[in-house]
């Protein structure tokens, strides 16, 4: 059983900047895919970005490529995503995500591990 655990939300203005962290227990952190998703109000819940557990596979949704950045720590256990020229668009509370399997975590973490969520809130 993985626990995740999120931190570094809060309130930014448009065009700010903030890192989000993802810290994992219970597992082996480098065997898993990692990733973040989010979900807006009123929105289904979406996909974000995701990393392989070596580092060197990214991947990104088009709405956040070029601005967002996601990496690990895989001696801390932790997953980051840096979050920069923050649009109001980007308000949302942001998941972080595990999966054995890259297929499902990079679609809809089908058969992961989820965190609590952390609220990010970017104001116009």
């Known amino acids: 059983q993985v626990q995740l655990v999120e931190s570094g939300g809060g309130l930014v203005q448009a065009g700010g900047s903030l890192r989000l962290s993802c810290a994992a227990s219970?597992?082996?952190?480098?065997?898993?895919?990692m990733g973040w998703f989010r979900q807006a109000p009123g929105k289904e819940r979406e996909f974000v970005a995701a990393?392989?557990?070596?580092?060197?596979?990214?991947y990104y949704a088009d709405s956040v490529k070029g601005r967002f950045t996601i990496s690990r720590d895989n001696a801390k256990n932790t997953v980051y995503l840096q979050m920069n020229i923050l649009k109001p668009d980007d308000t949302a509370v942001y998941y972080c995500?595990?999966?054995?399997?890259?297929?499902?975590?990079?679609?809809?973490?089908?058969?992961?591990?989820w965190g609590q969520g952390t609220q990010v809130t970017v104001s116009s």
């Open positions: 219970g597992g082996t952190f480098s065997m898993y895919f």
């Open positions: 995500a595990a999966n054995i399997r890259w297929s499902r975590l990079t679609l809809t973490n089908d058969g992961g591990y």
């Open positions: 990393i392989s557990g070596n580092r060197y596979n990214t």
